[in-house]
């Protein structure tokens, strides 16, 4: 099969696209021939060599894809040859073919491409697992999300206000931040221009957000502990902003807040199963009620991955970016 084979670590120039050996099925996976994947910033740091895969993954990007299962595991179960599925990857979804376990694996959500599925299963696995199966975030409360462009904040904006949030986002541009508000955000926010710690209080009399999920790290740090409400939860998720920072604990005491922090790769098999199985009960709902929709701002053809890392690393898109095998 062809895969994007990292050649060497560095620019998005070293993505190569390379005949390689097909996938080895293991007894409790299904094989998918990738019809599309989707690009992740966790891609753009593997390929600088700074994010490994986890021991036994695919050395190949890629942690989501869409196709059909081509090929069956013998403990295989849940899935038959010839469905058309969605899945959360370990690695290797920058190619033909890819194996995983079963227990990662998606139905195509009703109304939705085989296309387009692609765009799911890392960002509901990420904001299912964070927001809302660790932070709680309920009905009625306030939600904070950095980088509400992005795939991960297009997405989360959808399921918190389906399940009765208010939504707040921030985002470098008037057109990012008018998108945002298209599909539910209720306050936008422009961190170029505006403090979002004083815009915080200011839309909630004072008081702050319950929730906010952050890609940024320590460069908002404080700013986070400022702008939670009393009993708030901080969820980190990145480091775009680095990764240490002098911090005055006091906020986290008088207001009792928790900050939590959690990747979804580096999760046992059994953890993404028990995440992908709440994703499935909780959010493909909604996308079938068309309340959840696929934001894809452009597909690439395999071969120029390169050129998709570009776009990525420039910042200009909104929603997911697709790479079609």
């Known amino acids: 099969m062809k895969a994007i084979v990292i050649t060497t670590p560095g620019g998005p120039e070293v993505l190569q696209l390379q005949e390689v050996e097909d996938p080895q099925l293991r007894d409790d996976e299904?094989?998918?021939?990738?019809?599309?994947?989707?690009?992740?910033?966790?891609?753009?740091?593997?390929?600088?060599?700074?994010?490994?895969?986890?021991?036994?993954a695919s050395p190949y990007p890629g942690l989501e894809c869409s196709g059909t299962i081509e090929s069956l595991g013998k403990n295989v179960s849940k899935w038959k040859i010839g469905d058309q599925v969605c899945a959360l990857l370990a690695g290797g979804g920058y190619a033909e073919k890819v194996a995983v376990p079963?227990?990662?694996?998606?139905?195509?959500?009703?109304?939705?491409?085989?296309?387009?599925?692609?765009?799911?299963?890392?960002?509901?696995?990420?904001?299912?697992?964070?927001?809302?199966?660790?932070?709680?975030?309920?009905?009625?409360?306030?939600l904070l999300i950095h980088g509400g462009s992005s795939g991960i904040g297009t997405f989360a904006i959808q399921i918190a206000k389906y399940r009765g949030s208010r939504v707040f986002v921030t985002a470098g541009s008037e057109e990012k931040l008018a998108f945002c508000k298209s599909i539910g955000a209720d306050v936008g926010i422009n961190y170029k221009t505006e403090d979002f710690v004083a815009r915080v209080k200011e839309e909630t009399g004072g008081q702050g957000v319950d929730v906010i999920l952050d890609c940024m790290g320590a460069s908002y740090y404080q700013r986070n502990l400022d702008s939670l409400n009393f009993d708030g939860r901080l969820f980190i998720i990145g480091f775009q902003g680095g990764v240490s920072t002098e911090v005055d604990l006091r906020a986290l005491l008088g207001k009792r807040l928790t900050v939590q922090g959690a990747g979804l790769r580096s999760r046992s098999p059994e953890n993404k199963a028990l995440i992908v199985d709440e994703v499935a009960k909780n959010v493909w709902p909604a996308i079938a009620e068309g309340k959840v929709k696929p934001v894809v701002y452009k597909s690439f053809p395999l071969s120029e991955a390169a050129e998709a890392h570009r776009l990525m690393e420039s910042s200009q898109h909104i929603g997911k970016i697709l790479l079609l095998p």
């Open 30 to 56: 299904v094989l998918i021939r990738v019809h599309a994947t989707a690009l992740n910033r966790a891609d753009t740091l593997q390929r600088k060599g700074s994010y490994p895969p986890p021991k036994g």
């Open 102 to 142: 079963e227990g990662q694996v998606l139905p195509v959500p009703p109304g939705v491409s085989l296309k387009d599925a692609t765009s799911f299963p890392e960002v509901a696995c990420t904001v299912w697992s964070t927001i809302f199966m660790m932070s709680r975030l309920s009905h009625g409360e306030t």
